[in-house]
């Protein structure tokens, strides 16, 4: 009976069984990109807490009823099959199908767990490493139901555009209750029990500035790269505003992790969608929206500054740069230009293009070149001081980054006097304030008069607490599902596939989350939408090399 089966995942069995567990993905993914990134408890008292139990109550819930799910189907299978679903299934986990079953980032992944795993048993403290209780609750736990949310989503979830905007919508929400707390509206009632110098640390649904920004970091990539391939005009107006919103949030949020985000979204989305003459033109759109931007929040800060909580740093720079209102009318000119070219001309598209992109090229290569010849400059030859409020930084040393220089530095100490197995396998997951105590306590305080539990650098973190295999896998993780996003938008760029704009929006949210993470923290109030994005990335592009959009 059970030959008569002769393609037992493609029956009608098989796809009741598939759509029961898609629809119990959406429903839990759904609650992760809405609720999850809205939801508060004591103003921000206890804010890191309530996030890190919503997002851990969602995933083993979900992984509860998928299981509960799997098992009814299971007995189904076994009664009315023969069990023929299942052999299939677990056909494709035998050791010589996983090259067709698992790709590079789904290995990497695995070894970037057990790895953390091995860090935790080997662990001086071994409590403290599993539960993260000491430092940000990422410790072995969260770092488990981050993977298995990761291989659940990626492998078993069926993209659907409404997840996409539902997304938007509450990132939208975020952003602009950040906004009003730039204003001091204090819609929410937050900052009741708070200190003044404190309203502009906290800021909207998310907390810590740093946090807040790094979140609108995602959704800044998602919703520009959306605009510069959505291919109907309801659509481009709707992710233009959304990115519009996500650059005056990302401006007033004044974190210094915004840079790294913003120069990777500007420096490498031409990359991709220059091959296509509509990308160059919404491009060129994109940056004189961004310089527009600046220039309204000038206006504002000159009209009402004692009602809105200006930009500071390097956005306070570009915000009081003498030429901006003729910038942005140049580039709003010059995308007038492109526009009329590339729509009004005859052209050789292709020839065109080409020279655009390669233009590009040389010239991201030439900024690296630039970039890389200053830091040698102000750093190694000591000619920071003619860089004047720019060698803040450009200039290597303790104070960087708000003290981040220190850190970096005795965290490099701490690790070359590591033994061996620590070398290999870290201290232990998030145990990195634990270290820092034990060893370096006097110091931190003396140096810069704070305590630091984490090492504003979530890849030296990791380098630390779960060593440095862990932390080339996690690497091979990231690098490897970006190509794979990539690769798939290039071949369909030039298509109709209404799949691009998602799939590139999940690339560039992981890209400018990837950046931002040089100097921001781990923490299960942000981290978790680098693997959310990602994993709806990769369902994305997995589904759209077979299906199309329903």
């Known amino acids: 009976m059970t030959k008569n089966i002769v393609t037992p995942l493609k029956d009608g069995f098989s796809e009741t069984c598939s759509s029961v567990t898609n629809s119990i993905i959406s429903f839990f993914l759904l609650v992760l990109v809405t609720v999850f990134p809205l939801i508060v408890h004591n103003s921000y008292f206890d804010i890191l807490e309530t996030k890190y139990m919503c997002f851990y109550l969602t995933v083993l819930i979900m992984l509860g009823v998928l299981l509960l799910a799997g098992l009814i ?24 199908r996983w090259k067709s079953t698992f790709s590079i980032a789904d290995m990497a992944v695995f070894i970037f767990w057990l790895t953390s795993v091995i860090s935790t048993l080997q662990s001086e403290y071994l409590y403290e490493s599993f539960w993260g209780n000491e430092g940000r609750y990422s410790g072995l736990f969260l770092i488990t139901l981050y993977v298995v949310l990761y291989f659940i989503v990626s492998h078993f979830w069926r993209m659907n555009t409404w997840m996409f905007q539902c997304f938007l919508v509450s990132s939208l929400a ?9 204003f001091y509206m204090d819609l929410l009632h937050f900052r009741t029990h708070m200190k003044q110098d404190q309203f502009v640390i906290f800021v909207s649904t998310i907390g810590n500035i740093n946090s807040y920004t790094a979140y609108v970091s995602v959704f800044m990539g998602l919703t520009t790269a959306m605009f510069t391939t959505a291919q109907n005009l309801r659509s481009s107006i709707w992710y233009y505003f959304c990115m519009v919103i996500s650059f005056f949030a990302i401006i007033l949020g004044s974190s210094d992790n915004a840079y790294l985000a913003l120069g990777a979204l500007f420096a490498f989305l031409p990359l991709i969608v220059f091959r296509k003459k509509t990308g160059i033109i919404r491009y060129f759109i994109t940056l004189a929206t961004f310089a527009t931007v600046i220039q309204c929040i000038d206006l504002i800060c000159q009209t009402i500054p004692d009602k809105v909580s200006g930009p500071e740093s390097l956005f306070k720079v570009l915000v009081n740069l003498p030429g901006l209102p003729l910038l942005v009318i140049g580039l709003w000119i010059i995308s007038g230009i492109i526009w009329y070219f590339f729509t009004k001309k005859e052209h050789t598209s292709l020839s065109t293009e ?8 040389i010239l991201v290569a030439l900024g690296f070149l630039a970039v890389f010849l200053l830091l040698i400059d102000a750093n190694i030859l000591g000619h920071g001081a003619r860089y004047g409020s720019l060698s803040t930084y450009l200039v290597f040393n303790d104070q960087w980054g708000t003290s981040r220089g220190f850190i970096w530095r005795r965290s490099l100490e701490l690790f070359s006097h590591f033994p061996l197995s620590h070398k290999l396998f870290g201290f232990g997951p998030d145990t990195f304030g634990i270290l820092t105590t034990r060893s370096a306590f006097k110091e931190m305080i003396a140096a810069t008069g704070q305590i630091f539990d984490t090492a504003h650098n979530e890849y030296l973190q990791y380098l630390l607490t ?22 798939y938008v290039l071949k369909a760029l030039t298509t109709e596939s209404t799949a691009v704009p998602y799939a590139i929006g999940c690339l560039f949210a992981v890209i400018c989350y990837g950046f931002q993470a040089f100097v921001n923290l781990n923490l299960p109030i942000i981290t978790p939408f680098l693997w959310i994005t990602l994993s709806m990335g990769i369902a994305t592009v997995k589904k759209y090399t077979v299906h199309k959009v329903k």
């Open 174 to 182: 975020v952003c602009l209750l950040g906004i009003s707390d730039s």
């Open 466 to 487: 779960i060593g440095p295999i862990a932390l080339i896998a996690y690497l091979i993780f990231l690098i490897n599902s970006c190509q794979h996003m990539a690769r």
């Open 354 to 361: 080409t020279l655009f992109l390669k233009a590009w090229k």
């Open 73 to 96: 189907m299971l007995f189904i299978d076994m009664k009315e099959f023969q069990g023929a679903h299942a052999k299939e299934l677990f056909g494709k986990l035998k050791p010589n």
